[in-house]
T-cell receptor, first 116, second 115 residues
């Protein structure tokens, strides 16, 4: 199985709502990522988990809260978002990130988030 | 620091013609270089990577890329373009010695292949 799955595909939420994005992989990868992508722009790294521990936080606002319950799952909890947070949220995984290894990332299809 | 540049926002080619999507990079150490493709409303899909060794790298769907250290380039090529190759292409770089987990992506190049 070389697939990264994400749910939901689409999400519309108000600025006072709390919602969660989910990501799952069964490739045995030990690194998982969250990216934010605006239309026709490159993905922007938000968080990296390595061996279920948060390794990188790219100064993301606290209204985004990541969680890695186990090696296969990655969540992104959303609270009090702003309209400018509307974007495609991509999850990715790779074999590892230790020693700067040359591991390509496998991306999910993304969750299209709209904040009203 | 690491950076990557894709100098062309848009590349247009006719079906059956060769295509080139350009990428140049800057790293302080040795680079790992990647090409990804993104179809509309989809995630990024890995095409190929350069680690070390042979400068010509072959990847998925008939794509290949040539690593040129002196020109710090990693251009993506295909001998004969298909309409289905039309998509957004991203080059990415990671410094071998640093930045574990952090790849820097170029701004992307939209490839349009016309019948």
């Amino acid at each position: 199985d070389t697939e990264v799955t994400q749910t939901p595909k689409h999400l519309v939420m108000g600025m006072t709502n709390k919602k969660s994005l989910k990501c799952e992989q069964h490739m045995g990868h030990r690194a998982m990522y969250w990216y934010k992508q605006k239309a026709k722009k490159p993905p922007e790294l938000m968080f990296v988990y390595s061996y279920e521990k948060l390794s990188i936080n790219e100064s993301v606002p606290s209204r985004f809260s990541p969680e890695c319950p186990n090696s296969s799952l990655l969540n992104l909890h959303l609270h009090a978002l702003q309209p400018e947070d509307s974007a495609l949220y991509l999850c990715a995984s790779s074999q590892d990130i230790s020693s700067g290894g040359p591991y390509e990332q496998f991306f999910g299809p993304g969750t299209r988030l709209t904040v009203l | 620091a690491q950076s990557v540049a894709q100098p062309e926002d848009q590349v247009n080619v006719a079906e059956g013609n060769p295509l080139t999507v350009k990428c140049t990079y800057s790293v302080s150490g040795n680079p790992y270089l990647f090409w990804y493709v993104q179809y509309p409303n989809r995630g990024l899909q890995f095409l190929l990577k350069y680690i070390t060794g042979d400068n010509l790298v072959k990847g998925s769907y008939g794509f290949e890329a040539e690593f040129n250290k002196s020109q710090t380039s990693f251009h993506l090529k295909k001998p004969s373009a298909l309409v289905s190759d039309s998509a957004l292409y991203f080059c990415a770089v990671r410094d071998f010695n640093t930045n574990a987990g952090k790849s820097t992506f170029g701004d992307g190049t939209t490839l349009t292949v016309k019948p």
